[in-house]
């Protein structure tokens, strides 16, 4: 798998976009079909206030992005960082820097929005350079799968904690006393055991991860979410905004009810930039 990503990453992003619109798209969207019915019923329930001409032209746009995407992660392993610096741009760095050296540590919430895989490259556009940047992931069944992924995110520069030791990192990172950020992408289903947070999103009972804010209350953290937009095709703006710089303070279960809200507004933006796919309503909320 990395070797084709090797390959095919010599290409100029035009060429892979015409991969993406002439032969990923159509296979995706009208072949393979790939979880179109579980992608129709997602958009249906999230906008019922929408029109059925509306919500389709959501699920086409989707797919077309869903495309992209995967191009452009390919295209990121070869990518200079001057050029991602152009494509990716954080519109108001100093607030994440300013809160990672008051609190020593910061939660950065994102969620499957527009391009999530060039969001690490964060880690090399810090004015401050003592900050360290790392990446929660979980790891993959497939062996190749996950070598390749762990590659193409260390690209960026940011280093990957899987999500079951991230708690001994952070105790690693605290006695170390340097000022770090997490970036966590939480809108995920939780598995039933673990669905504790429950909320009105997208018109829908859902339940949310709360692991970030159990760890910002425990390290006292500051938490952050990164706002992704789209302005053009392969071009990115993140806009962060401060959810809390006293954890403790907060009411509980008020963090994640605020991610939780800010996503939702996110996805509200640019609806076909949230990744529809992924089954988020599999767990009806108990009675």
């Not at 990923?24 to 969207?29: C, D, E, G, S």
């Not at 206030?49 to 389709?56: D, F, Q």
């Not at 300013?98 to 919430?109: N, P, Q, S």
Request: charged fraction near 25%; charge should be positive.
């Amino acid at each position: 798998m990395l070797l084709l990503i090797r390959i095919f990453s010599l290409l100029p992003l035009p060429i892979l976009y015409l991969l993406a619109d002439y032969l990923i798209y159509p296979l995706v969207r009208y072949v393979v079909r790939y979880r179109l019915k579980l992608v129709r019923k997602n958009i249906t329930l999230s906008f019922p206030e929408k029109s059925e001409v509306e919500r389709n032209m959501i699920i086409n746009a989707f797919y077309h992005h869903f495309a992209d995407i995967l191009v452009e992660i390919i295209y990121g392993y070869r990518v200079s960082d001057e050029e991602m610096r152009e494509r990716v741009v954080f519109e108001n760095m100093e607030v994440l820097e300013d809160l990672a050296r008051k609190k020593h540590g910061v939660i950065a919430y994102l969620g499957h929005m527009c391009n999530w895989e060039w969001i690490a490259d964060v880690g090399k556009q810090f004015q401050d350079k003592s900050i360290v940047e790392y990446n929660v992931y979980r790891k993959q069944k497939n062996a190749k799968a996950d070598n390749a992924m762990l590659v193409l995110r260390s690209k960026r520069g940011g280093e990957c904690v899987e999500k079951n030791v991230l708690l001994r990192k952070l105790v690693q990172l605290r006695h170390a006393n340097h000022p770090f950020v997490i970036g966590l992408i939480a809108d995920q289903k939780p598995s039933p055991r673990n669905a504790h947070t429950w909320t009105t999103f997208l018109h829908q009972d859902t339940a949310f991860l709360d692991g970030g804010e159990v760890l910002a209350r425990k390290f006292d953290l500051g938490v952050v979410y990164a706002n992704i937009t789209s302005p053009k095709r392969g071009y990115y703006r993140i806009h962060f905004e401060v959810i809390t710089d006293d954890p403790m303070a907060m009411p509980e279960n008020a963090i994640t009810l605020r991610y939780a809200s800010l996503i939702e507004a996110n996805i509200r933006q640019q609806p076909e930039r949230w990744l529809w796919t992924h089954n988020r309503w599999k767990w009806a909320k108990p009675c």
